[in-house]
Structures are given as C-alpha cells and as structure tokens.
C-alpha cells in the first residue's frame, strides 16, 4: 500500500534553515509527482511546490521561492524540502502529498511534520 | 492566483441528516477537455487531509457513495448524505486547473 513517511518533528532557531524528508513506498517513486502543503491556523492549506521525482523539475509558488527548495534522492525513494532563512512566521505543519498520475489531485498524504521556529 | 471561498455549514449536524457545503472559485475550472478540476478533501481532527472527489464529481476509490459531487465552472457542491460521526472534521475545495494549486479555507461539519 502507497505509504509517505515524514521526518519527525522540528524546533529550529530564526534565521536557520531545516530539511525534512518524505520517504514514499508501496509505489514507483518515480511515477508521481510530489507536492509539499503549508498548514497554519491563519492560513489554511498553502501550496508550497511540486517535484518530478524521475526528472527533478521542480515548480514553485511564487511565495514559496527563495524560501523552500524541493529535492528528491531516487535510490532511497525520498522527497525532500528545505527551508531557509526561518521565522517564526514558518511555523506549521508541512505535508508531503503524492499527485495522481491523472491530475493535479492529492491521493495521499504524509502524516505531516510541525516545525516550530522559536528562539 | 485562483481563489477559493468556501461557505459555512449551520453547525452541528444532526446525525441521519444531509448537509451541503459550497465553494466558489474566482476563475471557471473547466478545461477544454471537458473535465472540472475541482477537489474535495476531508480532514479528520488530528489526521491528515484525505482525498475524496476529483474532476468535481468523481468519488476516490473506496469513498462512501453517501458523498457526491457536483455544480458548475465556478460553484460547487459536495453534498454529504445521512451524515455519521466518522464525517466529522474540516472539508476543503482545491483547484487544480493551474499552478499554484490553491484550496478554500475549509468548511467544519460538527455532529449533533
């Protein structure tokens, strides 16, 4: 079964930078593509951008550019995000979420990671 | 960026009835292709989002038929039939007609 494994929890300091992975299973991790979600109470669900696992291409939400980095290790079937330059305004919960191979749909979801950005 | 608004539902819900929860979006989903991208998700308390219905009117495999789907190109339907407890949480509309992708600000259904 399609499973998406995300790293645990993370307390980082302003002005860092954090990676947090998403290692996919049950699948061919390079058949689908590879979204990251923002979580926050203010503001909903945000999406971050999106990564071709077989290519590496990558898109992004403009609000997103300069602040995430998308990447992806093929030997180990793990997507990965970084975030840099941290304030405590990224703080959330991060989801990894698989695209179906029909259309820009969601069919599963990581379990979410909270990154808390705190001095 | 497309933006979607999602009403309220006159909660709680009182288990057995129907409940309908609308979105709008400010650009029409309908592609040339005949297909809506409109998607509806659910977000138990403590869980992760779970797909539900794509292309505006398709359930996902292994959705109860008690939910469908429906409307136009720019507002939408998930109508939820004799509503139990495990239909409790946050239901969100998502567009996926262009990048960025975006999502309504979710509609909660409580349970009476």
């Known amino acids: 079964q399609v499973q998406l494994q995300q790293s645990g929890a993370e307390l980082v300091k302003p002005g860092t930078s954090v990676k947090l992975s998403c290692k996919a299973s049950g699948y061919t991790f390079t058949s689908n593509h590879m979204n990251w979600i923002k979580q926050t109470t203010g503001q909903g669900l945000e999406w971050i951008g999106i990564i071709n696992p077989g290519s590496g291409g990558t898109s992004y939400n403009v609000k997103f550019k300069g602040k995430a980095t998308l990447t992806v290790d093929k030997s180990s079937s793990t997507a990965f995000m970084q975030l840099s330059s941290l304030t405590p305004e990224d703080s959330a919960v991060y989801y990894c979420?698989?695209?179906?191979?029909?259309?820009?749909?969601?069919?599963?979801w990581g379990q979410g990671v909270m990154v808390t950005v705190s001095s | 960026d497309i933006v979607m608004t999602q009403g309220a539902l006159p909660n709680p819900v009182p288990s057995g009835e129907s409940a309908s929860i609308t979105c709008q979006s400010s650009k029409s989903l309908l592609h040339s292709n005949g297909k809506t991208y409109l998607n509806w998700y659910l977000q138990r308390p403590g869980q992760s989002p779970q797909f539900l219905i794509y292309?505006?009117?398709t359930r996902a495999s292994g959705v109860s038929d008690r939910f469908s789907g429906s409307g136009s190109g720019t507002d939408f339907t998930l109508k939820i039939s004799r509503v139990e407890a495990e239909d409790v949480g946050v239901y969100y509309c998502q567009q996926d007609l262009e990048f960025p992708r975006t999502f309504g600000a979710g509609t909660k259904l409580e349970l009476k």
């Open positions: 292309w505006m009117s």
């Open positions: 979420a698989r695209e179906n191979w029909e259309g820009g749909y969601f069919d599963y």
